[in-house]
T-cell receptor, first 116, second 114 residues
Framework: QKEVEQNSGPLSVPEGAIASLNCTYS??????FFWYRQYSGKSPELIMS????GDKEDGRFTAQLNKASQYVSLLIRDSQPSDSATYLC????????????????FGKGTKLSVIP | SAVISQKPSRDICQRGTSLTIQCQVD?????MFWYRQQPGQSLTLIAT?????????ESGFVIDKFPISRPNLTFSTLTVSNMSPEDSSIYLC???????????FGPGTRLLVL
C-alpha cells in the first residue's frame, strides 16, 4: 500500500522565519509531487508542484525533491501569520486497483502556526 | 486552474437518510474524483467518475453506499446513502486540468449526521 508520511506537527515558527515541512513516500515509482495548503474549514489549494530532483522556487515557497531518498520538502521563507494552515503532501503514482489510473496519495498533513 | 462548485456547502442529516452532493465544473473534464476527509484526517479517494461508464470505487467503498452519477463532462453527483454518524465528513469533488494534469478541488460539502 502506498504511503505518504508527514510530521503532523503542530509546527510553530515566528513571523519572518523559515518554515520547513517534510514528507516521505513509499512508492519509488512516483513521478509527480504536490504541496497543498488547507485553511481550517476550507478545501485544499495547490501551492507547489515538482516533478524532477532538485529545487523549485515560486515566490516565498521552495519545493525540494530527492527521489533517491524518497523525500520531498517545502520551505516557506519570511513566514507570515497568513501562512498558518495545514500543509498536505501529495504523491502521484499509478494505482492498479480501483480506476487503474494515476492517483494522488495524500499525507495526513502538517499543521503550521506562524506566531506574530 | 479550474472553477469547481459544490452543492450543498453543508448539511445536517438524520441517520438512515440519504444526501446527494452535486459538483459542477466550469469546463469539460474527462475524470472527476470524489474524496472524503474525516475530521482530523487526510483525503481518501472514494471513487473516480468517468462520463458514460460506471464509476470506479476504491477499496472500502461500494456503489450501494456511495452511488455516483456522471451525466456529462462538467457535472457529477455523489450520494451518501443510509447515513450513519460515521459518515460525518467533508466530501470533496476534484478534477484534473492542464498539460500536467494538475488536480484541483471544489470547496467541499460538510456533512454532519446525527
Amino acid at each position: 500500500q502506498k504511503e505518504v508520511e508527514q510530521n503532523s506537527g503542530p509546527l510553530s515558527v515566528p513571523e519572518g522565519a523559515i518554515a520547513s515541512l517534510n514528507c516521505t513516500y513509499s512508492d519509488r515509482g512516483s513521478q509527480s509531487f504536490f504541496w497543498y495548503r488547507q485553511y481550517s474549514g476550507k478545501s485544499p489549494e495547490l501551492i507547489m508542484s515538482i516533478y524532477s530532483n532538485g529545487d523549485k522556487e515560486d515566490g516565498r515557497f521552495t519545493a525540494q525533491l530527492n527521489k533517491a531518498s524518497q523525500y520531498v520538502s517545502l520551505l516557506i521563507r519570511d513566514s507570515q501569520p497568513s501562512d498558518s494552515a495545514t500543509y498536505l503532501c501529495a504523491v502521484e503514482g499509478f494505482a492498479y486497483s480501483g480506476a487503474g489510473s494515476y492517483q494522488l496519495t495524500f499525507g495526513k498533513g502538517t499543521k503550521l502556526s506562524v506566531i506574530p | 486552474s479550474a472553477v469547481i462548485s459544490q452543492k450543498p456547502s453543508r448539511d445536517i442529516c438524520q441517520r438512515g437518510t440519504s444526501l446527494t452532493i452535486q459538483c459542477q465544473v466550469d469546463s469539460q473534464v474527462t475524470m472527476m474524483f470524489w474524496y472524503r476527509q474525516q475530521p482530523g484526517q487526510s483525503l481518501t479517494l472514494i471513487a473516480t467518475a468517468n462520463q458514460g461508464s460506471e464509476a470506479t470505487y476504491e477499496s472500502g467503498f461500494v456503489i450501494d453506499k456511495f452511488p455516483i452519477s456522471r451525466p456529462n463532462l462538467t457535472f457529477s453527483t455523489l450520494t451518501v446513502s443510509n447515513m450513519s454518524p460515521e459518515d460525518s465528513s467533508i466530501y470533496l469533488c476534484s478534477v484534473r486540468r492542464g498539460v500536467q494534469e494538475t488536480q484541483y478541488f471544489g470547496p467541499g460539502t460538510r456533512l454532519l449526521v446525527l
